[in-house]
């Protein structure tokens, strides 16, 4: 039978606020403990962290004196990028970032987990109030709108209790299937790179450009929403194919005609982070298109050397390790020019033996993909029954049996 239980607003029944502001001149080597959004979300996934800021015992005594500081109880809830990752104060020796991180104190007949839990049980609500382009925030006042339910003290306990056991289940189901999700990528990796790294007799060394007409940057003409034909950008590849969304477009004739692909074209992205730097990704015709100026196209010898052996061969360890000893950085950015491209070593044999390390390669990258995909389903199926759960916990529905039978219910999907 359905219990109707008063919603309130989080404004009703405690505080919502933030920390005061704390500027990178107030920085020490060590002190008290100084977490930004990517700690507080370790913290909130019962990870150990160690952070990389502080600051001094007496700015921390300060705030504490005139400002207050979390304790033993309040919640902290990331506002920024990530949102709704959710840490119970359990260590009060610490501060937060202003702004990035909200603090729920104060709270009165609300045990601390029960919030925690009909928090995350209207996370889709939570992300629906968030707001921002660029990226996602949650405003300080609209969360403070936000309504939960709010049944007596000894039915929260009651529900958190229950809810404790039940995520147990599930938890463990989940990282058992992400377990099986990495398992599965690093299988394909493995054996990539041991091709590239173990060879074969009569492999030849060459250079990328021993094997290559030339290499070629694509178009630095602003792209448009709307347009004739696709651009090509750097977001555009991923895991060694082109990815179709997010697509931006020109009407440039010239620009067309000049940076049209072809079939087989291997695009490389030259200028990104670190671990975007390096990435490969071949063309096989799926609609007319160009390529931006961040790319570069690879015009190989086609009497020498395969196009899906190339693209195997960038994405593999062996290359992407070789492209970080030699890419240039800057401040948030790195390089690899067309020069350094082609200097890169590469070891072949036979253009018939790659079409066939080629074939055995695309077979076992398949079987990973809809092994993948299998996880994925299996995950988000997990993840809904954590959602079902919830709804039932805060719709007064829960029952002593529930942990048992969604462990159950984890247990079988986990074994589909």
């Given at each position: 039978?359905?219990?109707?239980?008063?919603?309130?607003?989080?404004?009703?029944?405690?505080?919502?606020?933030?920390?005061?502001?704390?500027?990178?001149?107030?920085?020490?080597?060590?002190?008290?403990?100084?977490?930004?959004?990517?700690?507080?979300?370790?913290?909130?996934?019962?990870?150990?962290?160690?952070?990389?800021?502080?600051?001094?015992?007496?700015?921390?005594?300060?705030?504490?004196?005139?400002?207050?500081?979390?304790?033993?109880?309040?919640?902290?809830?990331?506002?920024?990028?990530?949102?709704?990752?959710?840490?119970?104060?359990?260590?009060?020796?610490?501060?937060f970032k202003d702004g990035n991180v909200l603090?729920?104190?104060?709270?009165?007949?609300?045990?601390?987990?029960?919030?925690?839990?009909?928090?995350?049980?209207?996370?889709?609500?939570?992300?629906?109030?968030?707001?921002?382009?660029?990226?996602?925030?949650?405003?300080?006042?609209?969360?403070?709108?936000?309504?939960?339910?709010?049944?007596?003290?000894?039915?929260?306990?009651?529900?958190?209790?229950?809810?404790?056991?039940?995520?147990?289940?599930?938890?463990?189901?989940?990282?058992?299937?992400?377990?099986?999700?990495?398992?599965?990528?690093?299988?394909?990796?493995?054996?990539?790179?041991?091709?590239?790294?173990?060879?074969?007799?009569?492999?030849?060394?060459?250079?990328?450009?021993?094997?290559?007409?030339?290499?070629?940057?694509?178009?630095?003409?602003?792209?448009?929403?709307?347009?004739?034909?696709?651009?090509?950008?750097?977001?555009?590849?991923?895991?060694?194919?082109?990815?179709?969304?997010?697509?931006?477009?020109?009407?440039?004739?010239?620009?067309?005609?000049?940076?049209?692909?072809?079939?087989?074209?291997?695009?490389?992205?030259?200028?990104?982070?670190?671990?975007?730097?390096?990435?490969?990704?071949?063309?096989?015709?799926?609609?007319?298109?160009?390529?931006?100026?961040?790319?570069?196209?690879?015009?190989?010898?086609?009497?020498?050397?395969?196009?899906?052996?190339?693209?195997?061969?960038?994405?593999?360890?062996?290359?992407?390790?070789?492209?970080?000893?030699?890419?240039?950085?800057?401040?948030?950015?790195?390089?690899?020019?067309?020069?350094?491209?082609?200097?890169?070593?590469?070891?072949?044999?036979?253009?018939?033996?790659?079409?066939?390390?080629?074939?055995?390669?695309?077979?076992?990258?398949?079987?990973?993909?809809?092994?993948?995909?299998?996880?994925?389903?299996?995950?988000?199926?997990?993840?809904?029954?954590?959602?079902?759960?919830?709804?039932?916990?805060?719709?007064g529905e829960l029952t002593a049996d529930t942990?048992?039978?969604?462990?159950?219910?984890?247990?079988?999907?986990?074994?589909?």
């Open positions: 039978m359905k219990r109707i239980w008063e919603m309130v607003a989080l404004e009703q029944q405690g505080k919502i606020t933030s920390s005061k502001r704390i500027f990178k001149s107030e920085y020490v080597d060590t002190g008290v403990p100084f977490y930004r959004t990517k700690e507080i979300k370790e913290l909130a996934n019962g990870r150990t962290i160690s952070t990389e800021l502080y600051i001094s015992q007496d700015r921390f005594d300060e705030i504490k004196r005139k400002f207050g500081t979390p304790v033993i109880g309040d919640l902290l809830i990331t506002a920024i990028g990530t949102i709704g990752e959710i840490y119970v104060v359990d260590n009060i020796n610490f501060y603090w729920l104190k104060d709270f009165r007949d609300i045990d601390p987990y029960f919030l925690k839990y009909s928090l995350i049980a209207f996370i889709d609500q939570l992300n629906g109030i968030s707001h921002g382009s660029a990226y996602q925030a949650l405003p300080i006042e609209k969360l403070k709108k936000h309504k939960i339910p709010k049944p007596p003290l000894s039915e929260q306990k009651r529900i958190v209790a229950i809810l404790d056991e039940a995520f147990e289940g599930i938890d463990r189901a989940i990282a058992n299937t992400k377990k099986n999700l990495v398992n599965s990528r690093e299988l394909f990796e493995g054996y990539l790179n041991a091709i590239f790294t173990q060879k074969g007799d009569g492999w030849a060394e060459k250079t990328l450009g021993d094997v290559c007409e030339k290499v070629e940057y694509g178009s630095s003409t602003k792209s448009l929403v709307e347009g004739e034909i696709p651009v090509l950008r750097m977001g555009n590849i991923q895991n060694g194919a082109i990815d179709w969304g997010n697509l931006v477009y020109s009407i440039d004739k010239e620009e067309i005609n000049k940076y049209l692909l072809k079939h087989n074209d291997v695009l490389f992205n030259r200028t990104n982070s670190d671990e975007h730097v390096g990435k490969t990704a071949i063309y096989k015709g799926e609609m007319p298109a160009i390529f931006a100026g961040y790319l570069i196209r690879i015009h190989r010898k086609e009497e020498l050397i395969d196009a899906d052996f190339l693209n195997f061969y960038l994405n593999s360890y062996t290359a992407r390790e070789y492209g970080k000893s030699i890419m240039s950085r800057s401040v948030n950015q790195a390089n690899i020019n067309g020069t350094k491209l082609k200097g890169y070593p590469i070891s072949l044999p036979s253009l018939s033996i790659q079409k066939q390390i080629v074939e055995n390669l695309s077979f076992l990258r398949t079987e990973t993909q809809r092994l993948e995909a299998i996880y994925r389903q299996k995950i988000s199926a997990l993840n809904e029954l954590k959602q079902s759960i919830l709804q039932k916990a805060f719709t942990a048992n039978q969604t462990t159950k219910a984890a247990q079988e999907v986990n074994a589909a």
